[in-house]
């Protein structure tokens, strides 16, 4: 048996010699090097006494040494596990304790804040975003065992990743992702997209979640391409690339902010084939600003850390506004009456439901809750509503669970409210997503306030440290009691509605 997942990167690795990936500064690293680094990585873990299915927990800053310890994971028959780098040392105690990692990998300049979260982890090793730390130096001695690392022999079907889901009632779920289910998207999306070693990807996003890690990287990986690495989202940087660079991969927030340089225009874009976007709505404003602008249709697509890709504009075909496409081949969706589960036909709206080899095992170690979000026929329900059209696209039309998608980050309302519930004198709150230029939504807290009650800047600042700076409200508005229906239940399309306005300039 090979290494299912990372038999696909061997196996589509052009010319060893051809550059992988280089950083804005001018580091590159070739095919070779991330073979040998990778190894080397996977020799450290192993001798570190990491074993088959042993997870590997990571909240670091974004450099290519992380895709590298994410190879040599892969190799070592570990599962890597991700942690968005905004979360606080009382988060990172949460996923620690439940996932148990046999190892953690934390930037430097954290490892004391977060000693007492890992105080459960038997080795702690640090890696920084210039790619230096103990993990780096552990890889570096591990030398000639690099280079000759054996991949462990895994399976379709065995874990590769675990991703934490934000949790609806507080409680973040972690997705089992298997060898096969990051395999297949990314072939499916090689093929789809029409990706070859030719192409250059420009990569600015986060690789801690399933877009810049699986979405982007593995793609490219999978097809012997090359990507151009930044830390971060910096719209004048991307623009100085795109000569050199063929396809785009970004949440809105990157279209937007792009949108505003005055150097993007037609000549700019003109050796660009691809623009992606994904993992919240693109407004269909953007996408008729961006064909404007540049000439090309924004492509966008559907997924979830759970089902990975499930829907495409099509390559070739009318990528249309406002749609996420057709079901990726291989893919079964279906939009169901959520009571009842009965399939709806065209342009009914109801759950939409996915089933293929993209969609993960299960949440680790919650068995129930992943059999309540399966169907018996092995359909996944998404929570999120939508609907197909007479053409076969599919539109989201909304998320079910209040989910708030602010900067491509997940919120979910409810872990928001429980902390400002906790505060003296609050006597509760709703916390709804507005539309925001910039961050698409933004978090947006009602509170009703009792004597002793901060105000919005107390409410702010007592959540900083608390919550992660993604999650915390943007504005904190102030009213005497919230809208409720007459089962009792808070009308938050209520709370919406009355201040759509609050952050249009
Ligand atoms: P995540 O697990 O962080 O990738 O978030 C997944 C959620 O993002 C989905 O369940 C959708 O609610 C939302 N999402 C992803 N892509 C899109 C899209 N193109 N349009 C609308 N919502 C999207």
Not at 15 to 33: C, M
Not at 178 to 202: E, G, K, P, Q, Y
Not at 221 to 229: P, Q, T, V
Not at 426 to 451: K, Q
């Amino acid at each position: 048996m090979t290494n299912h997942l990372f038999s696909l990167v061997r196996d589509g690795v052009p010319d060893p010699a051809k550059t992988v990936i280089e950083t804005p500064e001018g580091r590159r690293y070739s095919y070779a090097d991330l073979i040998a680094r990778s190894g080397a990585y996977a020799a450290a873990l192993r001798a570190a006494g990491v074993e088959t299915g042993d997870r590997v927990a990571v909240q670091v800053e974004k450099s290519p040494e992380v895709i590298f310890l994410y190879l040599g994971a892969v190799r070592a028959g570990a599962v890597f596990l991700p942690l968005n780098t905004a979360y606080t040392p009382a988060e990172i105690g949460y996923f620690l304790n439940d996932a148990e990692p046999a190892v953690f990998v934390c930037d430097p300049g954290r490892r004391d804040a977060l000693a007492e979260a890992a105080a459960g982890v038997r080795r702690i090793w640090t890696l920084d975003g210039a790619g230096g730390g103990s993990a780096a130096e552990a890889a570096d001695r591990a030398g000639d065992a690099g280079s000759a690392f054996a991949d462990v022999p895994r399976g379709p079907e065995d874990l590769a990743a675990i991703l934490y889901t934000s949790g609806t009632t507080g409680r973040s779920k972690g997705a089992m992702l298997t060898h096969d289910n990051l395999a297949s998207n990314a072939r499916t999306l090689v093929d789809f997209w029409r990706f070859t070693a030719d192409d250059v990807l420009i990569h600015a996003l986060p690789v801690f979640h399933t877009h810049g890690l699986f979405v982007a990287t593995n793609t490219v990986l999978a097809s012997g391409g090359s990507m151009l690495f930044l830390p971060r989202l910096d719209p004048k940087l991307i623009l100085s690339l795109m000569p050199r660079a063929s396809v785009l991969m970004g949440v809105p927030t990157f279209y937007t902010r792009l949108l505003k340089e005055p150097g993007l225009t037609p000549e700019a874009a003109g050796g660009m084939r691809l623009f992606v976007s994904g993992s919240a709505p693109l407004l269909a404003e953007t996408h008729r600003a961006w064909q404007a602008r540049t000439g090309h249709a924004i492509l966008e697509r559907y997924g979830m850390t759970e089902t990975n890709m499930s829907t495409s504009n099509p390559y070739a075909g009318d990528r249309v506004a406002g749609t996420v496409g057709f079901p990726l081949p291989g893919v079964s969706l279906r939009v169901v009456d959520p009571e009842t589960g009965a399939a709806l036909g065209p342009d009914a709206v109801g759950m939409i439901e996915v089933k293929g080899p993209n969609v993960f095992l299960g949440y680790w170690r919650m068995p129930e809750k992943t059999a309540a979000e399966f169907r018996a026929d092995g359909f996944f329900i998404t929570g999120d509503l939508g609907k197909v059209d007479d053409r076969g696209y599919v539109h989201i039309v909304g998320r079910g669970k209040d989910l708030i998608i602010s900067g491509g980050f997940n919120v979910y309302p409810k872990e928001v409210e429980t902390e400002i519930d906790a505060l003296p004198g609050v006597v509760e709150s709703a916390v709804i997503g507005l539309s925001h230029p910039d961050f698409g939504e933004a978090v947006t807290a009602v509170v009703v306030g009792g004597p002793g009650c901060p105000d919005e800047a107390g409410v702010q600042a007592a959540l900083e440290g608390r919550l992660a700076r993604f999650k915390c409200p943007k504005r904190v508005l102030f009213v005497s009691e919230l809208p409720r229906n007459t089962m009792g239940k808070v009308q938050k399309n209520l709370l919406r509605d009355a201040h759509a306005e609050l952050y249009r300039d």
